[in-house]
């Protein structure tokens, strides 16, 4: 499968989810303006393949703005190494998702039955289980890739060795070892 035929499946996914999950998040207190899962949550997780979309998003904003979000990119991942609870850096201003139409299924999956308020997201059972098995197909979709928190991802796929290499289908999880096992890095195609 060619990474567009990939992208086109990730959406059939992502399709699939919000289908199965609709009658849970039918009771969602979430609206827009609230940020609370963007803002403190700071584990966004995010798939290579999912990483290489968003970063082509980026590389298709004006200048000024890339460089914004790029520098943004490069702080959370400070934080995160730190061990910190990091502000998504696609969050604009008026708290709204830069990037919403192409978000990561770390955040598709998300809603919460009450206001979060300090406590993290409440969620039905099932949807756990449903938001696991479709982390599982993403993985597989992109089974010659890796997952991780979103700024990690990204900083590898800036990475021009490692781009090209994983764009013509190579696989050697050895080639990024050292900062795979610092940085949580999971090898997709470890549990097929
Ligand atoms: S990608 Fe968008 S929805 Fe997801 S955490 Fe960042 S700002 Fe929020």
Redesign the pocket.
Known sequence: MTFEEKKERLKEIYKAFDREAVEFKKSAMCKPGC?Y??IHFGS?DITTLEGLIIRDRVNSFAKPLKKRIKKKIAQNKKLREKGKVAQ?P??KEDKT????DI??F??RQLYSLRECDGRGPTVHRQAVNLAEKTVQRLQRLDSTGYSGHISFIIHLLEKQEFRDFYLAGGFNPAQIMGFGKTHDIIINGKGI
């Open positions: 940020a899962c963007c966004v998504c696609f969050l998702c830069r990037i919403y978000r990561p770390s955040c």
